[in-house]
């Protein structure tokens, strides 16, 4: 794929939605990398089920590390894998407390060495917590930067470090929020809506599938 395309198909992006945003529910940094911890390998929808529950009581790393882990519990338990995000969230609040002064930091170096924190949940807190550009790789932002042509690689690494260089600058900012909702609600796993998908024609993905609508 060619610059000229990608920057079509960011273009569209832009031109459908110009200021895309995570679809996780936060008020502020911390609420953001909190929610983004609970989100791995859980649905946004079931993590704001729990958070609209936990914020509005317990919202700031003092707060929640009051609540200690047999607190927290009880509101995340909706959420896969809890205890152990249980955990790693208290264990989050006592460093930012005891080693940032109750900020979240805003180098990678530090996010993550936070529990519960890896590059994609750094990459998430950098860029919409506080608008670096970076591109926090997913299941969702690797199936599509590989299906459509954008950034094919092997692994997530490879995807972000092709993306980060592939995609035209002036779109690298929101690409990742584009890139994880295309492929949510268009470019699914499955079976993708190539029928009803904006950038169709320039997608490079071979086999694209027909409308259900038309007769077999």
Not at 37 to 52: G, H, P
Not at 109 to 132: D, H, S, Y
């Amino acid at each position: 794929m060619n610059l000229e395309k990608r920057r079509q198909i960011f273009a569209r992006f832009w031109q459908a939605q110009p200021h895309p945003t995570t679809e996780l529910e936060y008020t502020s940094p911390f609420e953001l990398l909190i929610a983004v911890i609970l989100s791995a390998q859980a649905t946004d929808v079931s993590v704001n089920k729990a958070t609209r529950k936990l914020f509005p009581l317990a919202s700031t790393p003092a707060q929640i590390h009051v609540l200690g882990i047999e607190g927290l519990m009880p509101y995340i338990q909706t959420i896969g894998l809890y205890r152990t995000k249980a955990k790693n969230v208290i264990e989050t609040c006592r460093i930012l407390l005891e080693q940032h002064g109750g900020q979240v930091p805003r180098t990678r170096e530090a996010l993550e060495a936070l529990p519960g924190v890896g590059r994609k949940t750094a990459n998430v807190v950098l860029n919409t917590a506080f608008g670096e550009p970076a591109i926090a790789v997913d299941t969702h932002i690797f199936r599509v930067a590989n299906r459509t042509g954008i950034a094919p690689g092997k692994n997530v690494e490879e995807v972000e470090r092709k993306l980060m260089q592939l995609v035209p600058k002036e779109f690298v900012m929101d690409a990742h929020h584009w890139l994880i909702l295309h492929g949510r609600y268009t470019c699914i796993a499955r079976t993708p809506k190539c029928w009803n998908c904006m950038i169709a024609d320039l997608c490079e993905y071979k086999a694209k599938t027909p409308s259900p609508d038309k007769a077999i």
